[in-house]
T-cell receptor, first 112, second 115 residues
């Protein structure tokens, strides 16, 4: 089944404890992206990647890192999480040259 | 830069009644337009999109949206809603030149269908 998977789906952590949220897609998509969803703000793009080893900042990149060493994986790294990063995170992917992004199921992160 | 405004944060409606979810956008370049739906505890799914051609686009489950360039709007409508339509709906735009890479979302409209 073609899909975007995220792990973990739920995570509660404490301020300053490094964490990684994984994203993987099995559709051979070139483009991948991370969003955060907050009440009243909709979805905002954190980082995106056009292809392997090519990443760029979105609208709200502060406090996050990403890497794209393989085409299928696009992990989101929080080196020192803070409470304002408590949010619902979505990974998305799409083939190059197409218009529609496919979203993962989301990761709900709580930073205490 | 683009921006998307969804004026209604919540829309309650009775089952079988019609509904309209409003979306207006601002952009200095031509854009693609999308409606995504998020069912409870799920990710976003594409509902419908406007790329070019006919300004009225339809989804497989009875929703339709009309692109109005002069009013920079892309309102979503359904003539008769069902309980299963309860979800959050997001309008989004993407610059045509960017090929769909940069999606800008509105803040979402929660549609609650009641019996």
């Amino acid at each position: 089944e073609a899909q975007v998977t995220q792990n973990p789906r739920y995570l509660i952590t404490v301020t300053g404890k490094k964490l990684t949220v994984t994203c993987s897609q099995n559709m051979n998509h070139e483009y991948m992206s991370w969003y955060r969803q907050d009440p009243g703000l909709g979805l905002r793009q954190i980082y995106y990647s056009m292809n392997v080893e090519v990443t760029d900042k979105g609208d709200v990149p502060e406090g996050y890192k990403v890497s794209r060493k393989e085409k299928r994986n696009f992990p989101l790294i929080l080196e020192s999480p803070s409470p304002n990063q408590t949010s619902l995170y979505f990974c998305a992917s799409k083939p190059r040259g197409t218009d529609t992004q496919y979203f993962g199921p989301g990761t709900r992160l709580t930073v205490l | 830069a683009q921006s998307v405004t969804q004026l209604d944060s919540q829309v309650p409606v009775f089952e079988e009644a019609p509904v309209e979810l409003r979306c207006n956008y601002s952009s200095s370049v031509s854009v693609y337009l999308f409606w995504y739906v998020q069912y409870p505890n799920q990710g976003l799914q594409l509902l419908l999109k406007y790329l070019s051609g006919s300004t009225l686009v339809e989804s497989i489950n009875g929703f339709e949206a009309e692109f109005n360039k002069s009013q920079t709007s892309f309102h979503l409508r359904k003539p008769s809603v069902h309980i299963s339509d309860t979800a959050e709906y997001f309008c989004a735009v993407s610059p045509i030149t960017g090929g769909g890479n940069k999606l800008t979302f509105g803040t979402g409209t929660q549609l609650k269908v009641e019996l």
